[in-house]
């Protein structure tokens, strides 16, 4: 199965991150005939079942419709700079283990090495599109796939509370500019997925350690 829904990658750029997103619909069938419907202009490079199965949609060379507007790490046109992974998902429920497993060794067995995609490059719709989209959402376990080394995660602690240092360790990180509410509240569905209230000690340990070993200096982005 494939979907029409792509062009070339701009600029001579290539998948640096991979993207992944839920369907937030009622069954991978319906999902895979919207990410394939023409007039819908959306799409993804892979769609993982609920049972695990894993329909590529588009091929990984071109570029797929899956991430809109946002940026990463300063840098636009996510979609030109990313593989998207569409996961089958209502965005309320726990994500199956067979669809887990299967995204693991999707992750891992070939698309990360293939591309040079490092695990910090492994991030979600949320983190690109704050405000605008919120998948893969607060059940999805990132810690899991940090553990293998398909992503990242921080268990960092402290009870200093520096609002500045938040948001520049952020944007040292890869997130973009957005007032501050907002950027705890995609921060937090990330890495504290259910902490509620202002920011305290342990979001700033938490962003001040991705900043130093993920980190870029953001003014040497790219436009």
């Known amino acids: 199965m494939k979907s029409p829904n792509f062009g070339d990658r701009r600029d001579g750029l290539k998948p640096e991150l991979v993207v992944l997103h839920y369907t937030a619909m009622k069954s991978c069938v319906s999902a895979a005939k919207a990410l394939c419907d023409p007039a819908r202009e959306v799409s993804a490079h892979y769609l993982i079942g609920r049972d695990g199965e894993v329909l590529s949609l588009v091929d990984e060379p071109m570029r797929a419709w899956h991430a809109g507007a946002g940026e990463w790490r300063g840098a636009g046109d996510v979609n ?20 887990m497993v299967s995204l693991e060794r999707l992750l891992g067995q070939g698309l990360l090495a293939a591309w040079g995609i490092r695990p910090e490059g492994v991030i979600g ?40 240092a938040f948001r520049e360790d952020a944007a040292a990180f890869g997130y973009p500019s957005v007032e501050d509410d907002l950027l705890l509240e995609v921060v937090r569905m990330r890495f504290r997925p259910w902490k509620y209230g202002p920011l305290d000690g342990e979001d700033c340990a938490v962003m001040a350690d991705l900043a130093k070993r993920y980190g870029v200096d953001r003014t040497d982005a790219a436009p």
Not at 137 to 143: E, K, S
Not at 152 to 163: Q, T
């Open 80 to 99: 030109s700079r990313s593989i998207g992974i569409e996961l089958d998902n209502d965005g309320v429920s726990p994500f199956s283990e067979p669809l």
């Open 125 to 164: 719709h949320s983190d690109m599109a704050p405000g605008r989209k919120i998948d893969p959402g607060r059940r999805f376990d990132w810690r899991r796939l940090a553990r293998q080394g398909l992503s990242v995660w921080s268990e960092a602690d402290g009870d200093r509370v520096d609002v500045e």
